[in-house]
């Protein structure tokens, strides 16, 4: 799953934070670090499935995480405007329905397609944000992905599952809008854990209708609160740290990893196997993904040199 893809940063902090020698692996090796444990939770959640239901688990996995980021930032309430509330409960909405969306579809269909097809949620936003005719040549070859990832007509995959990973892509665009939109309002991270609150909340109901009483086994509970720990807590520190010192084009491009991450998780942990022809269409879609957000950087950079990336 995915993380925050958002940040501020001065001229001089982007400048700083440009590959120079050993040090660029820092920051860099972060952020391939909270992908890398986004995709073996996920895989996790997987086998935590048969124990507690999807909707359990992305219950459980909310529940720990809010508790957690609750607990360590201490986020105050006093001194929002309604605005602020709103923002951060629109964020919250998107973050429940983003989970809920991603965990039916890996309950039904392979890790490593459900986040290729997730990831053509933040292409779109990418593309639709930019005017220029190159990047219908991206989404033209995402989409030639997609289509070879379905076998030319998705009869090899489920096709609930695959309408739930597009409904995740969209959840995932959404959640990048409002994660800026948070990140203005509230300070450090106390946006997203009460946003992250929101959606617990959100999910507990549906948690609960689905599985009952198997959320208070104490197995599930550990089992979920470690795929809160490496789906949720760990990767988003790690970013947040990397996100000091990385422009945030730069980490945007390592976000289009994330299918060959899930793919790489999915095979180890899971067994899932993909075909030569699978393999090359989530190359696609990660090339189209890596050239869409290069695209971006370089109308940016030409249009305003000396602007803050956000």
Known sequence: MTTPSTTTSSPTTSASAAPRGRGSL????????????????????????????????????????????????????????????????????????????????????????????????PLALSVLASRRLINAVWAALALAGVFLLGGGDFGALDPVGVAFALG???MWAAYIVFSARTGRRFPQADGLALAMGVGALLMLPLGIAESGTKLADPVTIALGSAVAIMSSVLPYTLELLALRRLPAPTFAILMSLEPALAATAGFLILGQTLSPVQAAAIALVIGASMGAVRTQVGRGKAALPEATVS
């Open 26 to 121: 820092g920051p860099i090796g972060l952020v391939l670090s909270g992908g890398i444990s986004v995709q073996f939770g996920a895989a996790l959640a997987v086998n935590l499935m048969p124990r507690a239901g999807a909707l359990g688990v992305v219950t459980l996995r909310l529940l720990a995480a809010a508790v957690i980021l609750l607990l360590v930032c201490r986020p105050r309430l006093r001194g929002h405007s309604r605005t602020d509330w709103g923002t951060v409960l629109a964020f919250g909405v998107t973050l429940g329905a983003m989970n809920g969306l991603f965990y039916q579809a890996v309950d039904r269909i392979p890790l490593g397609a459900a986040v290729t097809l997730e990831v053509l949620g």
């Open 168 to 170: 995740a892509g969209a």
